[in-house]
Structures are given as structure tokens and as C-alpha cells.
């Protein structure tokens, strides 16, 4: 943007700015310049709960102080000096996805992005302590992905970032365009601790399948171009998620979707819902399931936790499904029929 009233057009170049609720700018508002303003680019502003800011972007320096691509403001938006210098000169951009409760600051970043200190570090996302220091006790996920292919022969596959939000029981769910996390197969959806590890079970056949509408399958693929591009917690729990996906967790949803606390697709969203009949319900040792009119034959059944997790899975055939051991409370049943998959609530006590 141009600072107004200013006649030689460089000196009012910046790359950050606020503006009223007319949307006009506020003069006071200090100038915050990046170096080389016509390439140089600030893609995130996240505040601390200290009332301190952190930026991240495509720059080397801002206001003149070295520091590439992330930095400090303080609460008046001048720059915080102490920040530590963390990333080199190389690569191209980083984005602060994520200042969690504890005021730590997840970072993603590209490829060819220098470290310093860490030359050997695997991943594309790196978790900050609110002093700028590398957060020690968590080892970052590392998340591939692929141009094209399939979930069994993928092409070219490569290490990216994933973004995260936090949830409320001190873990982490992380979306993006990865089909493995710490080489386990996940589809764009997965769940991390607070320390990095992978939670087995969780989203572990819940995720975005594909990316195909008609005949167009994009230059990506069928199968690989599917991504997660963003997720949000709702009041009630519930899960909303957009991305580009034609499937998602093997039922046709386009772009957009709703799971359920259990991480299921809400029974208020496709007409399957409420179909599928599982008896006794309450269940002690065992249920039986009753499928809709005009489906035949069971292929697959799984049982969920409301955590997101398999908790038991059978295969065809079986007339009642054992759940003796497991402990007492909700779950899902999740069955599969020809291309459709069915769900519903079943209480063990």
C-alpha cells in the first residue's frame, strides 16, 4: 500500500497496516516495512496472549532489524529485538499456523528452508516457545505426500507441511495433502500428542479419498490431489472441514463436511443416516445389525470411540458382533454396503 500524503512513492511501501471499521487506514498506525518491499510479503499476523505479535512471511528483514521470515512485534508494533533468528536465508516462506494455549507457535514452512541449529531436522513443521526457542520436546510429525498416483503407488513422494488446530484434550488434529504421517497411511486427517506422536487409531478411515468430479481428475491425479485445506472446531464439538475432495471417508461430499465429536459424517448431513438398525442397543457382550430395505449382504463393520478411534473391526459374514471388554459408553457402528457406508450410535454398558 501507498501511505497517503506521501509524494515519493518508496517511502510508502509497507508491508503491514490497519485500518478502521470504515475500512479507511489509521494514520497513527506505525510504518512496518520488509526488506525488498515489491517481493517481500507478511502472509500471517498471530497475537500472543502477552498482547505481542508474531509475523511470518517472505521476508529477510523488517524495519531494518535481521530477521528472516518470522519475528516479533511488541504490543505498540515496533520490533522485538531479542526475537532469536531462527530460519536462514534460504528458502522461500513461512507461516505461523497456530498459537496454541500455551502461547507456543507452530510454524510450516516450504522446501530448501534452513534451520539453524537443527541441519539434519526431517519435517516441515516446527513448534516455537513463546521466547522464539525450539520447542525440544516435540518431535514434528513428517508428513508425505505426492503429486499423483494412489494410496499404494504413489509418485514422487515428497515431505510437506501439514497445518494444525488444537483440541480440548491436550492433543492435536493435523490436516493437509499428506496420504502417511510417521509412515502410517492417513487421508489428509489425523491426530498428533502434545509431544508429536502419531495416535493410532484416530482417523485411521476417516479423511479425503479423492478429488474427482465428472470426467476432470486435475493435473494431480485422482487420488493424490485430494487435500484438507481447512478445519475448524465448533461450539458443539463437531468437526467442520473444507479442502478439495470429492469423497470423504468413502461417501461423496464435495469440498465441504461435518463430523460428528466421534469423527463421523453428522447423521444430520446424508440421507443414510438413521437407517441402519443395531440391536440390543444398550449392548453388553454382543449386537446384531439390521440392514436397510434392499441391502442384502454386509461387507465390513467397525466400531468407533468418540475419540476418533477403531476400536473393533469384523468382516462379512458374522451374524452378531462380539464387544465383550470393551468399557462402558458411546460408539459408533460403521458399516460398509456395496458403495455406501452406514452409521449408527450403539451404548455398551
Given amino acids: 500500500s501507498t501511505l497517503m500524503g506521501t509524494a515519493e512513492s518508496h517511502l510508502g511501501l509497507r508491508q503491514l497496516c490497519m485500518i ?9 498506525f506505525p510504518m512496518i516495512r520488509c526488506a525488498e518491499p515489491v517481493n517481500a510479503y507478511i502472509s500471517s499476523v498471530r497475537e500472543l496472549s502477552t498482547g505481542e505479535y508474531i509475523v511470518s512471511g517472505t521476508f529477510n528483514e523488517i524495519e531494518g532489524h535481521y530477521s528472516p521470515k518470522i519475528a516479533k512485534l511488541n504490543a505498540d508494533f515496533s520490533v522485538n529485538t ?30 530448501n528452508m534452513t534451520i539453524l541449529g537443527e541441519p539434519d531436522y526431517a519435517s516441515r513443521m516446527l513448534r516455537l516457545m513463546p521466547d522464539g ?36 484434550d491436550n492433543t492435536f488434529i493435523i490436516h493437509g495433502d ?77 469440498c465441504l463436511v461435518r463430523l460428528q465429536p466421534a469423527g463421523f ?5 446424508h440421507d443414510n443416516r438413521g437407517a441402519l438398525k443395531v440391536y440390543p442397543n444398550p449392548a453388553r457382550n454382543h449386537f446384531r445389525i439390521e440392514l436397510p430395505e434392499g441391502m442384502e449382504r454386509l461387507e465390513s463393520v467397525q466400531l468407533w470411540d468418540l475419540q476418533g478411534r477403531a476400536v473393533r473391526a469384523w468382516t462379512a459374514g458374522q451374524g452378531q458382533f462380539d464387544i465383550e471388554g470393551l468399557p462402558a459408553g458411546m460408539y459408533v457402528v460403521r458399516a460398509a454396503v456395496r458403495n455406501m457406508v452406514f452409521t449408527e450410535k450403539l451404548v455398551v454398558e
Avoid at 470504515?22 to 494514520?27: D, E, F, I, R, W
Wanted: glycine share 14%; with cysteine; net charge negative.
Fill in 265 to 269: 459424517v453428522g447423521t444430520d448431513d
Fill in 20 to 28: 478502521d471499521s470504515t475500512g479507511a487506514p489509521v494514520p497513527e
Fill in 178 to 254: 499428506f496420504y502417511e504421517v510417521n509412515g502410517e497411511h492417513r487421508r489428509r486427517l489425523a491426530k498428533i500428542t502434545d509431544e508429536g506422536a502419531l495416535i493410532a487409531g484416530a482417523f485411521e478411515s476417516l479423511g479425503a479419498d479423492s478429488a474427482v468430479w465428472g470426467n476432470w481428475t486435475g493435473p494431480s491425479g485422482a487420488v493424490m490431489g485430494a487435500g484438507i485445506r481447512v478445519v475448524r472446531k465448533l461450539p458443539d464439538g463437531k468437526l467442520l472441514i473444507g479442502g478439495q475432495f470429492s469423497s470423504f471417508g468413502g461417501e461423496p461430499y464435495s
Fill in 82 to 111: 531479542d526475537f532469536p533468528q531462527i530460519f536462514g536465508n534460504s528458502g522461500q516462506a513461512v507461516f505461523v499456523n497456530l498459537i496454541d494455549s500455551d502461547d507456543r507457535i507452530w510454524v510450516i514452512f516450504g522446501p
Fill in 133 to 168: 526457542s525450539i520447542d525440544e520436546g516435540f518431535d514434528a510429525p513428517i508428513c508425505i505426500a505426492a503429486p499423483a498416483g494412489t494410496y499404494e503407488a504413489p509418485v514422487e513422494p515428497r515431505v510437506i507441511a501439514a497445518g494444525a488446530i488444537e483440541d480440548e
